[in-house]
T-cell receptor, first 112, second 114 residues
Framework: SQQGEEDPQALSIQEGENATMNCSYKTSINNLQWYRQNSGRGLVHLILIRSNEREKHSGRLRVTLDTSKKSSSLLITASRAADTASYFC????????????FGKGTMLLVSP | DTGVSQNPRHKITKRGQNVTFRCDPISEHNRLYWYRQTLGQGPEFLTYFQNEAQLEKSRLLSDRFSAERPKGSFSTLEIQRTEQGDSAMYLC????????????FGDGTRLSIL
């Protein structure tokens, strides 16, 4: 079963605009990760935020985590056409092995 | 390129046939994962190896599915008596042993059942 639910399912913006994607999850987590997937390709890891962190930055990416609301957001600033892809959040369990549970993803389209 | 390699990239087969996929992880990675992804969905976990030991299997992994990692390096995923519902992208990922590390994915094997 899929734990994370991304919102929105699809997002269409112009180059230069910011894109915000949200993720909600159900159970306690050790960490939350965001991945990008270009059409027909594998997933590429973007950023990992641990349950004791609230915000993390990496280049044009900003991730927040609110464990009380069981939610996370991914902000891509100054988007580019090359950012067009599907974005998935994935949660790592609080106990047990390091398997990930992925959401259904947000499909982002950035138009030139 | 020392990324995760999956072969074949595409496999078309008739229902009822057996298929086998191969994954070569990043060489220094101890952990290896298999996922299945259908159109419009995120990857769903199938099974996980640490070195040659298969430590976790999803209930999605029916008795028609078997995975091996005999020497703790490459892994194979076999599906016996394929069904229409097995059509999907099968993704392999690997990660280092220490702590919670990002997973590095291959480009997958797309399976189509005729």
């Amino acid at each position: 079963s899929q734990q994370g639910e991304e919102d929105p399912q699809a997002l269409s913006i112009q180059e230069g605009e910011n894109a915000t994607m949200n993720c909600s999850y159900k159970t306690s987590i050790n960490n939350l990760q965001w991945y990008r997937q270009n059409s027909g390709r594998g997933l590429v890891h973007l950023i990992l935020i641990r349950s004791n962190e609230r915000e993390k930055h990496s280049g044009r990416l900003r991730v927040t985590l609110d464990t009380s609301k069981k939610s996370s957001s991914l902000l891509i600033t100054a988007s580019r056409a090359a950012d067009t892809a599907s974005y998935f959040c994935a949660t790592g369990p609080n106990s047990g092995y390091s398997t990930l549970t992925f959401g259904k993803g947000t499909m982002l389209l950035v138009s030139p | 390129d020392t990324g995760v390699s999956q072969n074949p990239r595409h496999k078309i087969t008739k229902r009822g046939q057996n298929v086998t996929f191969r994954c070569d992880p990043i060489s220094e990675h101890n952990r290896l994962y298999w996922y299945r992804q259908t159109l419009g969905q995120g990857p769903e976990f199938l099974t996980y190896f640490q070195n040659e030991a298969q430590l976790e299997k999803s209930r999605l992994l029916s008795d028609r599915f078997s995975a091996e990692r005999p020497k703790g390096s490459f892994s194979t995923l076999e599906i016996q008596r394929t069904e229409q519902g097995d059509s999907a992208m099968y993704l392999c990922a690997s990660s280092p042993r220490a702590g919670d590390q990002p997973q590095h994915f291959g480009d997958g094997t797309r399976l189509s059942i005729l």
